[in-house]
């Protein structure tokens, strides 16, 4: 796997570029907020990303750390998202957050909601 990602025993990599951002988003919150990335049933292909500010750790979190920005995954979220990569891309449709899925077997065209 390349250097630029943080990779857990789940296989789940933030890269570089997801973790500047979260810091910049997190500078703009309380103090020991994070980046918690769950998934939720619902979007047009079935489940979908939820993206939220957390400042509470729940036991049963994987917690991702990348360059001093930190990521929690709910235990209910990690099947559908082990092997991911979360990524944050800047390009001439927008800025956002990118989820790379293998488990998905399709998704839609926003990126947002995904099948298994």
Request: hydrophobic share 40%; with cysteine; proline share 4%.
């Amino acid at each position: 796997m390349s250097t630029d990602l943080a990779v857990n025993p789940r296989g789940i990599a933030v890269t570089a570029n997801a973790a500047k951002r979260i810091l910049s988003v997190m500078a703009q919150e309380p103090p020991g907020s994070m980046l918690r990335v769950s998934v939720a049933g619902g979007g047009c292909s079935g489940f979908q990303y939820i993206f939220d500010v957390d400042r509470e750790r729940a036991p049963d979190d994987l917690v991702i750390e990348r360059d001093g920005a930190t990521v929690l995954i709910d235990e209910t979220s990690l099947d559908l998202l082990e092997g991911c990569t979360i990524d944050f891309v800047d390009d001439l449709i927008g800025q956002s957050f990118r989820i790379t899925n293998p488990n998905a077997t399709s998704s839609c065209g926003c990126g947002t909601s995904f099948a298994v």
